[in-house]
């Protein structure tokens, strides 16, 4: 059985940082794409960083550019989303996911893209609070 499970999620003053794992089970992150993204309450959910299959390829929503580096180790079967200078809007359920092999295969590239529609096997999620 395919599972993801996000942990790390807390409550965090303004400026603080705070680091996601996405743990996975049941297969191999290997040969996928993983995606982090976020929903916050009353909001569609969105793309905040995705990394590709290699690890050589990363993309981050224009919002977390600079504060937030998306990370994987293979070997431990996790990935991570590391989180600086963190403001009250980053505060959301974040979820983390994966796309198998598809389009960006086909492209030979490392590559990748925050397309919620593509990706599946979501965790649970983990509550992030920027609160003063």
């Known amino acids: 059985q395919l599972q993801l499970v996000e942990s790390g999620g807390g409550l965090v003053q303004p400026g603080g940082s705070l680091r996601l794992s996405c743990a996975a089970s049941?297969?191999?992150?290997?040969?996928?794409?993983i995606g982090w993204f976020r929903q916050a309450p009353g909001k569609e959910r969105e793309g905040v960083s995705c990394?590709?299959?290699?690890?050589?390829?990363?993309d981050y929503a224009d919002s977390v550019k600079g504060r937030f580096t998306i990370s994987r180790d293979n070997a431990k079967n996790t990935a991570y989303l590391q989180m600086n200078s963190l403001k009250p809007e980053d505060t959301a359920v974040y979820y983390c996911?994966?796309?198998?092999?598809?389009?960006?295969?086909?492209?030979?590239?490392?590559?990748?893209?925050?397309?919620?529609?593509?990706?599946?096997?979501w965790g649970q999620g983990t509550q992030v609070t920027v609160s003063s």
């Open positions: 996911a994966v796309e198998p092999p598809g389009w960006w295969e086909a492209t030979g590239r490392a590559v990748c893209r925050m397309n919620v529609a593509g990706f599946g096997s």
């Open positions: 049941g297969f191999t992150l290997d040969y996928y794409v």
């Open positions: 990394i590709s299959s290699s690890g050589d390829g990363t």
